[in-house]
């Protein structure tokens, strides 16, 4: 698929991997529909994507109602007139050992509102704006791409019970919407990004972040700007479907 003119839809788009993701598809011409909670951060990655020279529209949305997000997308459809692409991108994490437990004895253990909140913003709500749109795509009948942001974690990190079900789960749904879609020109597929520079890392001390880099072959952090390459291939490759690129400096958990 050519990305000029083409209509991205990218969740979790205000910040951080989906800002990185917005801009690269403006600068090859696409018109980015951003989804997310925040009106402020929003309002800057369509700044900053209107800047160069596309249309960027935003929609402050919850991922995890499926009203808002059936509306978000009718909303989008209407505006642009189309939805090629969507990359579900939004995620949130609430880390924890499933028990802790401190000289022998239980002292704590991950609690279900931990479980639940992440299940919900990044396995839910992928499902939600991956099924509406595919619907929408359908309709049109001019096929598309939707693009599932998973995580290295998803072979199971210590701490991320959650993310990592979560993460694995997103990877999964990938392989059997390109089985599913495919009779309708959807192609799908996932990224498993490594440890990356975006905001969940900028508070780290520096002792902090030369630990997690210690075990990167590479030796550093992924920059956004790389994962978003990566997601313009996969749009771009109409041989591309079904599977999960890592892009993670040759780390394995």
């Known amino acids: 698929?050519?990305?000029?003119?083409?209509?991205?839809?990218?969740?979790?788009?205000?910040?951080?991997?989906?800002?990185?993701?917005?801009?690269?598809?403006?600068?090859?011409?696409?018109?980015?529909?951003?989804?997310?909670?925040?009106?402020?951060?929003?309002?800057?990655?369509?700044?900053?994507?209107?800047?160069?020279?596309?249309?960027?529209?935003?929609?402050?949305?919850?991922?995890?109602?499926?009203?808002?997000?059936?509306?978000?997308?009718?909303?989008?459809?209407?505006?642009?007139?189309?939805?090629?692409?969507?990359?579900?991108?939004?995620?949130?994490?609430?880390?924890?050992?499933?028990?802790?437990?401190?000289?022998?004895?239980?002292?704590?253990?991950?609690?279900?509102?931990?479980?639940?909140?992440?299940?919900?913003?990044n396995l839910t709500g992928v499902f939600l704006c991956g099924r509406e749109a595919a619907v929408r795509m359908i309709k049109a009948g001019k096929g598309g791409v939707i693009i599932n942001i998973s995580s290295i974690s998803r072979h199971g990190n210590m701490g991320q019970t959650n993310y990592s079900a979560a993460k694995s789960g997103v990877e999964s749904m990938a392989v059997v919407w390109a089985k599913e879609l495919a009779r309708y020109g959807i192609r799908t597929g996932a990224i498993a990004p490594g440890f990356c520079a975006t905001d969940i890392l900028a508070g780290m001390t520096p002792e902090t972040l030369a630990k997690v880099t210690a075990p990167v072959p590479l030796k550093r952090l992924g920059q956004p700007s790389e994962i978003a390459h990566t997601a313009a291939y996969i749009v771009e490759n109409d041989f591309f479907s079904g599977r999960c690129i890592d892009v993670d400096g040759g780390l394995r958990l």
């Open 1 to 121: 698929m050519q990305i000029q003119g083409k209509t991205i839809a990218i969740t979790g788009a205000g910040r951080g991997l989906g800002r990185a993701m917005a801009l690269e598809f403006a600068a090859r011409g696409g018109h980015i529909a951003a989804l997310d909670l925040g009106a402020e951060d929003l309002a800057e990655t369509q700044r900053q994507c209107a800047a160069l020279g596309v249309q960027a529209r935003t929609y402050v949305c919850n991922v995890t109602a499926e009203a808002a997000v059936e509306l978000a997308f009718d909303a989008i459809v209407a505006d642009f007139g189309s939805l090629d692409v969507l990359i579900n991108n939004a995620g949130i994490v609430k880390d924890g050992l499933l028990v802790k437990v401190k000289d022998g004895e239980v002292v704590g253990k991950m609690g279900i509102e931990q479980w639940n909140a992440v299940i919900a913003v």
